[in-house]
């Protein structure tokens, strides 16, 4: 997937209403970017694919 177009979509996808950067605090939601890398590098954040109360839901690629 171009890199060019997952940050094109994410801008686009920041138009849209988001949940509240408060919530982004200890006991609230983790801070997550475009290109994280989880458990050792295996998991890669790709896009978000939605939220809500009490969870949001990344996209993430597999390099295993």
Do not use: C, N
């Not at 939220?51 to 390099?63: I, K």
């Amino acid at each position: 997937m171009d890199l060019d177009f997952l940050t094109y979509h994410y801008q686009i996808k920041q138009l849209w209403e988001e949940e509240r950067l408060s919530r982004y605090e200890p006991g609230g939601y983790h801070p997550v970017h475009l290109r994280d890398l989880f458990k050792e590098g295996r998991y890669e954040v790709v896009d978000k694919l939605g939220w809500g109360g009490f969870s949001t839901v990344w996209l993430a690629r597999d390099h295993e």
